[in-house]
């Protein structure tokens, strides 16, 4: 069964600073992988997704990930925090019919 | 607005009476999901469509939950003699068959 897991319920960072939120994944088929960014009191965004194609994939708000078989990892960052990031991000997987298994989700904190 | 509509975004209810939800998908996509997200969790699944088919249901929904999507194109959610525990915002998503999921804003239900 295919599983995600993100590290850390929360990350705070200063505002300027490396974002880096860690996802890991258990799949037995090659994944699609997915960041998503939910702000209060709203749906959930796509960030951007992993397909098979370029291990190093770019997405909206300067965010990217790396995708790393060995590590089963998918972690996103960001060189340089913005207050406008704050917000809470979820990390998924498809399954073989698209339907995506999703982390708990970090809350990303950003000081002054 | 081409993006997936919710409606309505709030909904307040005693406990024991019924409440019907609404999505309207993207156009052309011809999957449709729907979740629930409590405080502090991620989106927890309940059930998808594709086209007017509902093809899976969480074992999680209970009989009181029920959904449709007669034409394929839009969808109703609707739980029946709410209950404390159904407080929470329920999410809807549109793809196509093989594309990321697209969220609309949620409705976020409080039983009193």
């Known amino acids: 069964a295919q599983s995600v897991t993100q590290l850390g319920s929360h990350v705070s960072v200063s505002e300027g600073a490396l974002v880096l939120l860690r996802c890991n994944y258990s799949?037995?088929?090659?994944?699609?992988l997915f960041w998503y960014v939910q702000y209060p009191n709203q749906g959930l965004q796509l960030l951007l997704k992993?397909?098979?194609?370029a291990t190093l994939v770019k997405g909206i708000n300067g965010f990217e990930a790396e995708f790393k078989k060995s590590e089963t990892s998918f972690h996103l960052t960001k060189p340089s925090a913005h207050m406008s990031d704050a917000a809470e991000y979820f990390c998924?997987?498809?399954?073989?019919?698209?339907?995506?298994?999703w982390g708990a989700g970090t809350k990303l904190i950003i000081k002054p | 607005d081409t993006g997936v509509s919710q409606d309505p975004r709030h909904k307040i209810t005693k406990r024991g009476q019924n409440v019907t939800f609404r999505c309207d998908p993207i156009?052309?996509?011809?999957?449709l999901y729907w979740y629930r997200q409590t405080l502090g969790q991620g989106p927890e699944f309940l059930t998808y469509?594709?086209?007017?088919?509902?093809?899976?249901k969480s074992r999680l929904l209970s009989d009181r939950f029920s959904a449709e999507r007669p034409k394929g194109s839009f969808s109703t959610l609707e739980i029946q003699r709410t209950e404390q525990g159904d407080s929470a915002m329920y999410l809807c998503?549109?793809?196509?068959?093989?594309?990321?999921?697209?969220f609309g804003d949620g409705t976020r239900l409080s039983i009193l």
């Open positions: 469509f594709q086209n007017e088919a509902q093809l899976e």
């Open positions: 998503a549109s793809s196509l068959e093989a594309g990321p999921q697209h």
């Open positions: 992993y397909t098979s194609a």
């Open positions: 799949s037995s088929v090659p994944p699609y």
């Open positions: 998924a997987v498809s399954d073989r019919n698209y339907q995506l298994i």
């Open positions: 156009s052309e996509h011809n999957r």
